[in-house]
């Protein structure tokens, strides 16, 4: 611990974003960084605490209070290698974790927590701009080959620490590009796909082989990866998303929320799109049904591409902008959360079903919504009624942004759960990553990959 009273003299600092009147033009980042003795002030309000609830709450058990006092020291390779033992791609969650850690800082009881998540971004990048990220070759190769199938955190994590340990890595994507969510769903404005490409290159270099535009299952047999491979991890992720079979669903212009985001993000990548098969919110009234995370990117892509007014509605009622007594610290709150795409001008409301799509010409123009009541049973369970209040809300563009509920390789699955009797096969086979847990997060996903890694070593031993 550097400073041992800075938390009493330092207030919480946080970079902030680029003002919106300017990020909206672009789809660059939209967090900004502050100076380097500034970020090292902000590591110096650690307390170093006798229970570090940052590390416990950490899903990858990330040794905070240490790398803090490493970047408060200005030893920033080391800051850098202690964060990268335990976490394999900080570049990713430096910039997307929703950072339980912070939830769970001792600061937080005054609403001022350490800024551990930009703390972790800022080291990355500086340990990258000074050269202390570089290619690892593997020391010695141990002669057994194992595919993995899916290129997204999990998969990435996976393939990284088998590379190093001897094995040879051949990762199968039936995507064009390697990243998974994170290069095709989440949006560049949170996450530049540079940051991506960069880390990919790496994997590359250290010898990982990556085939893009093969979907196993399809474009080449599950029989035939077993048959070739001594171990294979399917890393498949979990993006079917639930759909809202009401009237009117066969509309032309209600599309699926990842459908929309994917297709941006190819967008800012290059690629150009037929303009029948484009989704454009440009000039519409933009409605996303949903209220989470998901939704919050497509209000950010929407107003990107310049919608004329974007609502988002979710069925459940608003949460407290307090933190809740169910949850409070050092759990995760159950709160309202801000996004940053919400600050960019969107309508937020809760309690709202959606009832039929209105159609004009095959297209929809609106979509009828109904207020619900949240009301508890005999058993303290929630149950929802339908109020008599209805409401006509204009949408030319509508994105179904209600979660995800399975993997989408049925058929690969499918064809595994026949294969079951196979005894000696099946045991080759491990998943990590959303396609275990279900839709989740990216250092979920790291955390799940590091974990099978392990386990196919072992079993390989
Ligand atoms: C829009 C959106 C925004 C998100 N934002 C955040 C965020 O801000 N922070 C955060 O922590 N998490 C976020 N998440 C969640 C996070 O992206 C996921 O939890 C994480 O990417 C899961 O990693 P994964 O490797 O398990 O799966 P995925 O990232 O889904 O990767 C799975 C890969 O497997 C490939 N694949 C599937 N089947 C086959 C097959 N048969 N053959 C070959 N390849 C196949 C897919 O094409 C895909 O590339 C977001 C998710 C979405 C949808």
């Given at each position: ?45 650690c307390?170093d605490?006798?229970?570090p609830?940052c590390h416990w709450?950490c899903?990858l058990g990330n040794l905070i209070p240490e790398w803090q006092d490493l970047l ?6 080391e800051a850098y290698n202690l964060l990268n033992f335990t976490n394999?791609?900080p ?10 850690c ?14 551990i998540?930009?703390?972790e971004?800022?080291i ?338």
């Amino acid at each position: 611990m550097g400073d041992i009273v800075a938390f009493l003299k330092i207030n919480r600092k946080e970079a902030g974003c680029r003002p919106i009147l300017e990020r909206i033009n672009d789809f660059g980042e939209v967090e900004q960084t502050l100076s380097v003795e500034d970020r090292m002030m902000q590591a110096s309000r650690c307390m170093d605490c006798g229970v570090p609830f940052c590390h416990w709450s950490c899903p990858l058990g990330n040794l905070i209070p240490e790398w803090q006092d490493l970047l408060y020291k200005n030893k920033w390779q080391e800051a850098y290698n202690l964060l990268n033992f335990t976490n394999n791609f900080p570049e990713f969650t430096g910039r997307i974790c929703p950072s339980f850690c912070e939830k769970s800082c001792i600061l937080n009881l005054e609403n001022q927590p350490l800024t551990i998540r930009e703390n972790e971004a800022a080291i990355t990048e500086y340990a990258f701009s000074n050269g202390y990220v570089v290619p690892k070759l593997p020391l010695y190769h141990v002669g057994k080959k194992v595919a993995v199938i899916g290129s997204g955190p999990a998969g990435l994590t996976v393939a990284s620490v088998l590379n190093q340990k001897g094995y040879s890595i051949t990762v199968y994507e039936k995507d064009e590009c390697i990243g998974g969510l994170l290069r095709l769903g989440i949006p560049d404005f949170k996450l530049n796909k540079e940051i991506v490409e960069r880390r990919v290159s790496i994997l590359k270099i250290e010898g990982i082989k990556f085939e893009t535009n093969v979907e196993v299952g399809k474009d080449i047999t599950i029989e035939k990866i077993l048959f070739e491979y001594d171990a294979i991890c399917l890393a498949l992720g979990a993006v079917t998303p639930r759909d809202l079979l009401i009237d009117g669903r066969e509309l032309v212009g209600i599309h699926f929320a990842l459908d929309f985001l994917k297709q941006q993000n190819r967008i800012v990548g290059g690629k150009i799109i037929n303009s029948s098969d484009r989704i454009s919110a440009n000039g519409k009234n933009v409605l996303i049904i949903g209220g989470g995370d998901t939704g919050s990117d497509c209000v950010g892509t929407s107003i990107r591409q310049k919608a004329k007014k974007v609502t988002q509605i979710e069925i459940l009622s608003m949460p407290s902008e307090n933190i809740s007594i169910e949850t409070y610290w050092p759990a995760y709150p159950n709160m309202l959360k801000t996004s940053s795409s919400h600050e960019e001008g969107c309508e937020r409301r809760w309690s709202l079903k959606s009832k039929k799509f209105i159609g004009d010409g095959g297209r929809v123009v609106a979509v009828e919504v109904v207020e619900v009541e949240w009301l508890k049973d005999e058993f303290g369970s929630f149950i929802m009624k339908e109020t008599n209040k209805k409401e006509i809300i204009p949408a030319e563009l509508v994105l179904l942004s209600m979660g995800f509920i399975q993997p989408d390789s049925k058929k690969l699955l499918n064809n595994l759960v026949t294969m079951r009797n196979v005894k000696e096969n099946m045991y080759k086979v491990f998943y990590a990553g959303d396609v275990v847990n279900g839709s989740s997060l990216v250092v979920h996903a790291i955390n799940s990959g590091n974990e099978v890694a392990k386990s196919i070593s072992d079993f390989l031993k």
